[in-house]
């Protein structure tokens, strides 16, 4: 073989450089890199994840030759599948969820595998779920393998074995932080361990968009109700076997639109074409850094995949304009003129501690069936009538115990930068939504909230 060639396109997966940021990044103390990882061969870092999960499988002796690999897929580990599948001699068959651009559609079939669509704004569990229907397909698929990318170890295992030691060299050790969205887990948790490892006191800082239930979830320890959201790759509504929760330090909470405007910005800005996902993480990583104020840290950030998958979508001014994204006000507005439309009073908030007595007076005095439950001036959880009622049912004259045991997690949390245009599904799982700005509860919604608040709009 000629001397500096690659023996396949397998062989090209990894090495891919860091790049320090220069614009978008200005105005921080910190300094900010990136870590190409869309420069892999496949198109983003789950060449690596797909590469592990196929040797690993061939190791233990559940892929065969014509063995047909399954997995649900918002595009990236399927692309990373197909590519090594397709060196290997197996077939393909991917379950997407339908808000995934038709771009990643067309590149998994280009590799000849079979893709199956599936609605999103399904529960998990539901039949119709991308979840479900890829469970559905291994048992009715003979000679077939579950990658299974959501529980298999050797997803965080790729970028503890391949990723983090791969930057921890090309950084030469000199590394503070690592910044990654949260998905799957594996990219946070396989490289956040392994940087732990390497240096006392490093930072592991995870980003995650509205609608997610992560963010919630490591603030709280309570399974919020997730709803839809734009941006493909980060974010889940279920807790994936995977994700590592307890090897992060930090969570930043990002929103749609400025994941996309971030995206648009670090390609004309910094030339770097990459993705939807990669400009959430860069937002986040940047708030982080705002939070440092003058404490100078080197930051890297991981880039997941490339902009290629969503020429249609991101980087379209009309898809943009249409959804709200663009600088054109978006006629519905955002919570924030919700709330300032509302009549203002104080929120009425219940503390972890106070007696069941106390609060049905709070409920009865204000007029109101549901109330958030605050522990030392956090957000911990929802208190509603119905709730009330059934521990009364079952133990009559019990009034000073206190509430800490009947506060449940059946609200969705938004900043005020939220569009109204994704509340439109909340109410049908939630029954009441928070408003929080940096982890202070600032306003709640209710259903007569939202349809006053549109109706006014109509009018």
Not at 13 to 34: E, R
Request: aromatic share 8%.
């Amino acid at each position: 073989m000629m001397k500096g060639a690659r023996a396949n396109v397998i062989d090209a997966i990894g090495s891919t450089p860091i790049i320090k940021l220069n614009k978008v990044a200005a105005h921080v103390a910190s300094d900010i890199y990136v870590k190409c990882e869309f420069l892999n061969p496949g198109g983003s870092m789950k060449d690596r994840v797909a590469l592990n999960i196929i040797q690993d499988a061939e190791r233990r002796g559940l892929l065969q030759p014509g063995s047909t690999i399954i997995e649900a897929t918002s595009g990236n580990t399927g692309a990373g599948l197909a590519l090594v599948a397709a060196l290997r001699g197996y077939k393909c068959i991917f379950v997407m969820p339908d808000k995934m651009s038709n771009e990643k559609i067309l590149a998994l079939r280009a590799f000849g595998a079979k893709v199956v669509i599936c609605p999103t704004a399904v529960e998990p569990d539901d039949p119709r779920s991308y979840y479900e229907v890829t469970k559905r397909l291994v048992r009715e698929t003979p000679n077939s393998f579950h990658s299974n990318q959501y529980y298999n170890p050797a997803n965080p295992e790729a970028h503890y074995l391949s990723t983090a030691p791969e930057i921890w060299r090309e950084t030469a050790g000199e590394l503070d932080v690592f910044v990654a969205g949260m998905g799957t887990g594996g990219t946070i948790s396989g490289c956040g361990r392994y940087f732990k490892e390497k240096k006392p006191g490093f930072q592991v800082v995870g980003v995650d968009p509205i609608g997610s239930l992560y963010y919630e979830y490591v603030k709280t320890g309570r399974m919020t109700k997730p709803f839809s959201y734009y941006v493909e790759g980060i974010g889940e509504d279920f807790l994936p076997g995977t994700m590592n929760l307890k090897i992060i330090d930090q969570i930043m909470r990002v929103d749609d639109k400025e994941c996309f405007l971030m995206t648009r910005e670090l390609v004309r800005q910094e030339g770097l074409f990459v993705g939807g996902s990669s400009g959430a993480a860069v937002a986040g990583a940047i708030k982080y850094a705002e939070q440092l104020g003058e404490q100078h840290k080197n930051i890297l950030v991981l880039l997941p995949d490339s902009a290629q998958k969503y020429l249609s979508k991101i980087f379209d001014d009309e898809w943009m304009r249409s959804n709200g994204f663009l600088d054109e006000e978006d006629p519905l507005g955002t919570v924030r003129d919700l709330l300032a439309q509302k009549r203002q009073r104080a929120i009425v908030a219940a503390h972890k501690g106070e007696t069941l007595r106390n609060v049905i007076g709070l409920m009865k005095e204000h007029g109101i069936s549901q109330v958030p439950v605050l522990d030392g001036g956090r957000l911990s959880g929802l208190l509603s009538e119905i709730d009330l009622l059934n521990y009364m049912l079952k133990h009559s004259g019990q009034m000073e115990v206190t509430i800490d045991e009947l506060v449940e997690a059946d609200y969705a949390t938004v900043t005020p930068e939220t569009r109204i245009q994704l509340l439109k599904n909340i109410f049908n799982e939630a029954k009441l939504v928070c408003v929080l700005e940096r982890d202070d509860l600032v306003g709640v919604i209710t259903k007569i909230d939202l349809i006053d608040y549109l109706a006014s709009k109509r009018a």
